[in-house]
């Protein structure tokens, strides 16, 4: 359901709907320094709510949550229910708090970035209606529905209008961003008639009860993203109202405050592991080396599977843009097959011979004995290529909080690389390759160029899950400028991992 | 949530270490071999004509003792050593067209005196399966321009031959050894020699007697008058040895009757009896095995490039039938080093 949807029916049900005030409330209201900020408005919403009962539909909650709103908060929905119930408490209090420091405090200022919807104002004849609800639903464009609350003692001139400004940032910015559910600057303006003027500490009951001599001035701003709350009002308007469900449903509704100060601390750091296999590309120039050991090196290496794993922390700089850096272990695993010639096989064996000593006399002799065979033997050795990098990277992500893609791209920095497994020598023989006996490739192969498209998936209030198809190009070689021949790997891969925020934020 | 975190990083590092141990180092391989290699063939031959691996044999571990020239149109009385000489006429030689041959005509001896010496020239001392003592044997060879020659018709010449001892044994006879191949330069294994008794006139054989050192007996030497070249033997039959019977002995499958010989050596006589193959029950066996002498079992095989030796001494074989034998990789040198101990 809407929040159009909501007002409506909202209004519907309560639009014939009047409650007396209580006696001696306006003594009460009248006695008190309005003049500062008060800290009794939940005191005061509690004496005249404190008895009112209503009953609530089963799926009430859930029809009158936008949709849009409970995508971008589903997390919300992740925690248990204690911290739910926990934070809805915390957000009552919060959000009663706010209003009450709405109504008694601040100016209001307007955001620049706002889209004005102006709702023109009801007739004059339903304005001048004493003790009738004036509820209206003007819509002008696809903008939210407003609806706007009048009581009926509430004095209503015939310019007086209500603006709500549409925070466009507010609408695509998360929750957890904003800070509020609610996507609107609301500016309500009712202007004062040039003949009267009052102020707040000199309200008498007589006037606000005129209609014509209503004065109210109610303005008020909110930017909740940076807590910026200012309004502007004249008091009689609270003293105009009658405090129905209906009214107090609407404060709640359009009062929510979250206030952070998260951009401008910057405090956000993201760890992410993964692991990724890599499929090895390889590219192999002559130096010195004869056709015949390129030929064979050729025949006799097939690339493998291999695999990275490591770490990067992550540093959000702004909403799209983050830098990466960490520590990253790679593999790269090559079949190398050779031919050993003039191998011996030895098999134990029983031969069963008959001997004929004489005819008629034979003689079985079991004999356990060996067969020794010569051949060759076709080996299958695994080439590891082995590095140690820093990845040094930047991200630069769009998407919503829930599904992001990014493109990455950076360098990574070799640390330290070393091999293990045989190599063809120059007279075609296949010689252990190990960190002692490598003459061949390098130790450290410099640095690589990374691209990779990151795709990541929220799947719980603080964990992402992140797929990120990538291309390594090495910039150097990974053989030593006296090897006979030029060796360079490029890697593609998917990392897949996860991608946990240090600070909960 | 740390305690998630830390799981993720259990489960990430456990994953890790999985992946880095199951990594096999080297594989076995795939063992293939070689086709129509030695050591690979374990069949049997049953061609009388000896593979190549019993050839080399005989050719690696038989020597020419003695190797000298001489013009044929002048003849030459030629002293090897003081053991044996041979006077060799004017033209006495002639070649296989039956011309007389005038050039220089090449000598060569092999000498056989120990039992050491039989086994690496691949002859044993029988006659038609009968056991011989052998004092001495030997094999002439004379070869001009690249063919073996023979003696001209009506043409004698003279060998004189003496053991260690400097005596003629008694009933040493001469037995003409009578191959089954042809006759080339070359000394080829024949499995059918046969020591034969000479019983034509093909063979004069009288004692030479000359002076010895001062106060030492007379020397004592065989001399043969013939016109024959190749194998000669002065031997006697050996008849009171005993109890004889039938012998074998089994090898691994990678020895085949194409790479092995098989020898019996008796310890108390110069007397040595090869094992012939014995096709039906791969083994190599004789039947006049000394079953209460003692004796030496040896077999000497060849599989590509590779000697392998295998010897076993037996007090008395009594009533054992069957041996098995596991030649060892060996060297020609050691090879040869140990026959000399038979």
């Not at chain 1, 007086?160 to 549409?166: A, F, I, R, S």
């Not at chain 1, 004062?192 to 005129?210: F, G, R, V, W, Y």
């Not at chain 1, 630069?396 to 992001?404: A, C, I, K, M, P």
């Not at chain 2, 691996?53 to 690696?60: E, G, H, K, N, P």
């Amino acid at each position: 359901m809407t929040n159009k949807e909501f007002d409506i029916i909202f209004n519907q049900k309560l639009h014939q709907h009047t409650a007396s005030v209580p006696n001696g409330l306006w003594d009460k209201i009248a006695l008190q320094d309005l003049s500062g900020p008060k800290n009794d408005f939940d005191e005061f919403i509690h004496q005249k709510l404190h008895h009112h009962t209503a009953t609530v539909p089963v799926d009430f909650w859930e029809r009158v949550k936008p949709v849009a709103e409970e995508k971008r908060r589903r997390f919300f929905f992740w925690l248990p229910k204690k911290y739910m119930a926990a934070a809805s408490i915390l957000l009552l209090l919060l959000a009663g708090t706010t209003a009450a420091y709405i109504f008694l405090n601040g100016n209001p200022v307007l955001m620049e970035d706002t889209e004005t919807v102006q709702l023109p104002l009801p007739n004059s004849s339903n304005t001048k209606q004493l003790n009738q609800p004036i509820d209206s639903i003007f819509e002008k464009t696809e903008a939210p529905t407003i609806v706007e609350n009048s009581t009926p003692k509430m004095g209503m001139p015939s310019d007086k209008k209500t603006t709500w400004k549409l925070d466009r940032k507010n609408m695509t910015q998360s929750f957890k961003q904003s800070g509020s559910v609610f996507p609107f600057e609301q500016s309500i303006q009712y202007k004062k008639p040039q003949t009267t003027a009052a102020s707040t500490n000199n309200l008498k009951e007589e006037e606000i009860t005129d209609p014509e001599e209503a004065i109210e001035s109610y303005e008020t701003s909110l930017k909740a993203g940076n807590a910026l709350i200012k309004q502007k009002r004249n008091l009689s308007a609270l003293f105009n109202r009658e405090m129905t469900t209906k009214n107090h449903a609407s404060s709640f509704k359009n009062v929510v405050i979250c206030p952070t100060d998260r951009k401008i601390r910057n405090t956000d750091w993201d760890l992410e592991v993964f692991v990724s296999p890599d499929m090895p590309f390889k590219t192999v120039t002559n130096n010195t080396a004869s056709p015949q050991l390129l030929s064979r090196k050729d025949s006799s290496e097939s690339l493998k599977l291999g695999f990275s794993a490591g770490f990067r922390i992550v540093k959000p700089l702004n909403d799209h843009f983050v830098i990466k850096t960490g520590l990253q272990y790679s593999q790269i695993n090559e079949h190398f097959t050779y031919r050993t010639e003039n191998e011996t096989r030895t098999t134990t064996v029983v031969t069963v011979r008959a001997i004929i000593r004489a005819p008629g006399d034979t003689l079985l002799v079991r004999d356990t004995s060996t067969l020794t065979q010569i051949g060759y033997k076709t080996n299958t050795v695994k080439n590891r290529f082995r590095s140690l990098d820093i990845p040094v990277l930047a991200s630069y992500q769009f998407g919503n909080d829930d599904l992001s893609i990014g493109l990455t791209a950076g360098v990574i920095v070799n640390l330290s690389s070393w091999y293990q497994g045989v190599i063809l020598d120059s007279s075609l023989t296949a010689v252990p390759l190990s960190k002692e006996t490598n003459m061949v490739y390098k130790s450290n192969i410099g640095l690589g160029l990374y691209a990779g498209l990151t795709v990541s998936k929220r799947i719980n209030y603080a964990t992402q899950l992140f797929f990120e198809p990538y291309l390594r190009y090495n910039l150097s070689n990974m053989t030593n400028p006296e090897a006979a021949f030029n060796q360079r790997f490029s890697i593609g891969g998917l990392a897949m991992g996860l991608r946990f925020n240090l600070n909960k934020r | 949530m740390v305690l998630k975190i830390s799981k993720y990083y259990l489960l990430a590092a456990f994953s890790l270490l999985l992946l880095v141990s199951c990594n096999k180092e080297i594989s076995d391989g795939n063992f293939t071999t070689y086709a129509g290699n030695d050591m690979n063939d374990t069949t049997w031959s049953y061609s009388t004509t000896p593979g190549l691996a019993l050839q080399r044999i005989s050719d690696s571990a038989s020597i020419y003792k003695y190797n000298d020239t001489l013009l044929g149109a002048n003849g030459k009385t030629i002293v090897f050593s003081d053991h044996f000489s041979l006077i060799l006429p004017p033209n006495a030689f002639v070649n296989g067209a039956g011309a007389p041959v005038s050039g220089t005509i090449n000598i060569r001896v092999i000498l056989l005196d120990e039992k050491s010496e039989f086994i690496r020239s691949i002859k044993a001392s029988l006659n038609n399966g009968n056991l011989l003592e052998s004092d001495l044997a030997f094999c002439i060879i004379a070869t001009a321009y690249g063919q073996e020659l023979s003696i001209a018709p009506g043409s004698n010449y003279i060998i004189r031959v003496g053991n260690k001892d400097n005596i003629v044994k008694q009933g040493m006879t001469v037995y003409k050894g009578d191959e089954s191949i042809v006759y080339t330069t070359q000394l080829l294994v024949d499995p059918l020699f046969n020591w034969n008794e000479n019983t034509t006139q093909d063979y004069q054989q009288s004692i030479f007697k000359q002076p010895g050192n001062s106060g030492s007996k007379e020397i004592e030497r065989y001399e043969i008058t013939t016109n024959k070249l190749r194998w000669i033997s002065l031997a006697r039959p050996l008849n009171n040895i005993g109890l004889q019977g039938k012998f074998n002995i089994i090898l691994p499958p990678n020895f085949t009757n194409k790479n092995t010989i098989a020898f019996i050596s008796t310890d108390d006589y110069n007397s040595v009896i090869q094992l012939k193959p014995e096709l039906a029950s791969r083994s190599f066996t004789a039947n006049n095995i000394p079953l209460q002498k003692k004796i030496h079992i040896v077999t000497i095989s060849l599989i590509g490039t590779q000697f392998y030796y295998s010897e076993q001494s037996i007090k008395a074989l009594n009533n054992t039938p069957v041996l098995s034998l596991k030649p060892q990789k060996k060297s020609l040198i050691g090879i040869i080093a140990d026959l000399k101990k038979l």
